[in-house]
């Protein structure tokens, strides 16, 4: 039997059994010149490995007090706390869906984090992305919502992003997300609360203000809203938890287990002619599938003539400038902060 199909009672038999075995065993090991004080120290390894298998099996209660975006969510409510406890459950039901999410979490939080900070909103919105997309920037919904932020192409268009046959922009993590950020600050001036603003970022705000006019009410629990609207800020609220703490749940991650952190820097280049992405790629000295996976808006081999946004590893930018000005078409705007749409849009 694995270890990880053990009851937690068994896995303290076998801590004992384990301890005294290999008590036993450091003495023989230690008649043999073999030093007592590293096995121990093995021992010690393997019983600490032990626990933290036991850990995972755990069941701990819910949290009695959590806030959201510095708004408390009312646990106390029983109807709160059960609509919580089912996402919240839900979620540690699945460690290793739980465990990516944690590494994409630490792979993203500092572009992510830049925007929010820049845009003046609250850091909990991240938990927001997480529960759209899991932060998987290849994520298509079944109703072909795309990206980091699940844009649907009509509300991405609106909020100023490039969707077309060559651009998607909602694959670009960089600029979706300031995109969603922007509509979300957006509907949270219209509603004036960002639980509310969330409920509109799921089912659109003209959902929202019907219920609002119909039930008297902008109390974001005390409004009767689609059941996945509903959920979907306890999902927020709950990854939100599970997240921020994961070692309490038994998800404890070693640092040299998480990956590498989501570091680029964006370009604005103007091409002057047809040119194959494949030239961009040797460019930045990327293989061309590295290339793709750090700028998946683009959707084809080639680019026509137009402005648009790169996106280069930080370790690459040097010898990027050095090369793409051998690169006959292209050039690298001076002034790329919000540049015209190639002709992908």
């Known amino acids: 039997m694995k270890v990880e199909q053990m009851a937690p009672r068994a896995l303290v038999v076998l801590m004992v059994l384990l301890f005294i075995s290999g008590t036993a065993g450091a003495e023989a090991d230690n008649r043999r010149g073999y030093p007592l004080e590293k096995r121990v120290a093995e021992l010690e390894k393997e019983v600490a490995g032990l626990r933290t298998e036991m850990s995972a099996y755990r069941i701990l209660p819910p949290p009695e007090s959590l806030a959201l975006c510095d708004k408390p969510i009312p646990l106390h409510n029983d109807d709160v706390r059960e609509k919580f406890e089912r996402e919240f459950f839900q979620f540690l039901e699945n460690k290793g ?8 979490y630490t792979k993203f939080l500092a572009v992510v984090s830049e925007e929010l900070t820049r845009a003046n909103m609250p850091p909990d919105l991240i938990y927001l992305a997480i529960s759209e997309s899991y932060l998987n920037p290849k994520a298509v919904s079944k109703a072909d919502a795309r990206g980091f932020w699940q844009f649907i192409k009509d509300t991405a268009k609106r909020e ?26 957006k509907l949270n001036s219209e509603f004036g609360d960002w639980f509310l603003a969330m409920a509109a970022y799921n089912c659109g705000e003209g959902r929202v203000r019907e219920a609002i006019s119909n039930q008297n009410t902008k109390d974001f629990f005390e409004l009767f809203l689609p059941e996945e609207t509903e959920r979907y800020i306890y999902r927020v609220a709950a990854l939100k938890e599970i997240v921020s703490n994961a070692k309490k749940y038994g998800l404890s991650i070693e640092k040299r287990q998480f990956y590498k952190p989501y570091s680029i820097w964006e370009a604005a280049i103007e091409v002057r002619k047809d040119v194959h992405t494949l030239t961009l790629a040797q460019a930045m000295d990327l293989p061309y599938k590295a290339f793709r996976e750090y700028n998946l808006h683009i959707r084809r081999y080639t680019l026509p003539k137009g402005i648009y946004y790169l996106y280069v590893p930080v370790e690459k930018k040097e010898i990027f400038l050095k090369r793409i000005k051998t690169c006959p078409g292209v050039s690298v705007e001076k002034n790329g902060n919000e540049p015209a749409k190639g002709n992908g849009s």
């Open 97 to 104: 869906l739980l465990t990516i999410v944690i590494k994409r």
């Open 160 to 185: 100023g992003l490039s969707v077309g046959d060559t651009i998607d922009e909602r694959f670009s993590v960089k600029r979706s997300t300031k995109s969603a950020l922007s509509y979300l600050k």
